[in-house]
């Protein structure tokens, strides 16, 4: 966004911050009579000011979790919380709170000024105050100029900005996004994601975002909550939920990664792990919590692809290049250790050496950066 547009008069702050206490959801399933457990007794705290993001496959719950919280759908247990109110049990209208859509839910037959004032004329302001609010956050939109078209007439990215026009404007206390980038193209997607988040930060709402796009939720969030089959895996910063997964689940789900087996030898008193990799000890600095490892059990090696160097020379184990992928700003390749596949990328290829298929190499573990799992 400009700065002209980052410097416009501030939107009024009711940001409140949202609280789950045990907060369940059962389906009884239509063809079996079966209760199905969408969300299963999860516990989140959102803060005021923040934005989370939900991460996580099909079915795991985190579409029904922000359905809870707008109120489309009431829980089967527990309390929603939006600033000190429970209200699980109240009504989407009553709840201070916006939702963008992923299909944007625009009115086809209303103008962009009509669509963006809608929810100013439902809680019936006077004539100059929705003019006024509405023409502002058209000029905080870029979308000055536009009032008189249609949504039809509107690219996919200019439709996307009404829809969070129409959000913002009431001035909720909470903002969700149910997936609201996925309809753009990848270069749009990437922009759109930048300008949403700055305006974000810029307004200080409370914020809750749905994707199953990872490079989406890393690049947006103050948090990122991992869910599967209804429970929440793992939730922290980016930075921590990429660099220290607490599972093989969350490690895989999040970026790409290698797992390699192997058997826990101890821990010293540095916190540093001694793990048997085939048939050779090596130690890694930063294993991570190691829950339920039993000393002399197996475990398991994360090791993202870019925290591998490769050698003609010299390294700790041997293996065989059975493909090199090029993109320009990497090179990916599959390294065949043993019987399994391992994928190493290594960045900026025209400062380092590249090697073929069927070539010999050395892989180095960058020991710091790789974690040890059950």
Do not use: W
Not at 22 to 34: A, L, R
Not at 72 to 82: A, D, K
Not at 99 to 107: D, E, K, N, R
Not at 292 to 309: A, F, K, T
């Amino acid at each position: 966004m400009s700065q002209d547009t980052m410097n416009s008069k501030h939107l009024g702050k009711k940001s409140s911050g949202v609280v789950l206490k045990n907060v369940t959801k059962v389906f009884q399933q239509p063809e079996t009579g079966k209760d199905f457990v969408a969300v299963n007794h999860i516990n989140l705290e959102i803060r005021d000011g923040e934005m989370v993001t939900l991460l996580g496959p099909s079915g795991c719950g985190k579409t029904t979790t922000l359905r809870m919280i707008s109120g489309f759908e009431y829980p089967s247990e527990g309390n929603v919380l939006i600033g000190e109110r429970d209200v699980a049990k109240i009504p989407p209208n009553k709840r201070g709170i916006s939702m963008v859509f992923q299909s944007y839910a625009l009115f086809p037959h209303m103008n962009i000024f009509e669509n963006i004032a809608y929810g100013l004329r439902v809680e019936k302001l006077s004539r100059s105050e929705i003019i006024e609010r509405t023409a502002h956050v058209i000029d905080m939109m870029q979308l000055k100029g536009m009032e008189g078209r249609f949504p039809n007439q509107l690219s996919g990215g200019q439709q996307q900005r009404v829809a969070l026009a129409r959000a913002v404007v009431i001035e909720p206390s909470v903002l969700l996004f149910d997936e609201p980038l996925s309809n753009l193209d990848a270069k749009l997607r990437e922009s759109m994601r930048d300008e949403l988040r700055a305006l974000q930060k810029r307004l200080g709402i409370t914020s809750l975002y749905v994707t199953h796009d990872q490079s989406e939720a890393m690049a947006i969030s103050d948090r990122v909550v991992i869910m599967k089959d209804g429970n929440i895996m793992q939730h922290g910063s980016p930075v921590e939920i990429y660099e220290h997964p607490a599972s093989r689940f969350v490690a895989n789900f999040i970026g790409k990664a290698n797992f390699v087996g192997g058997v826990f030898r101890g821990k010293k008193q540095d916190g540093s792990a001694v793990v048997e990799v085939l048939g050779k000890e090596l130690l890694f600095p930063s294993p991570g919590e190691m829950q339920e490892i039993e000393m002399n059990g197996p475990c398991c090696l994360s090791v993202r692809p870019e925290s591998i160097s490769l050698s003609r020379d010299s390294g700790d184990f041997p293996g065989r290049v059975t493909r090199a992928t090029y993109y320009g700003a990497k090179i990916e390749y599959e390294i065949m250790l043993q019987e399994q596949p391992v994928i190493v990328e290594i960045y900026n290829p025209q400062l380092t050496e590249r090697f073929t298929e069927g070539e010999e190499v050395y892989m180095t573990f960058i020991d710091k950066c790789v974690r040890v799992l059950r």
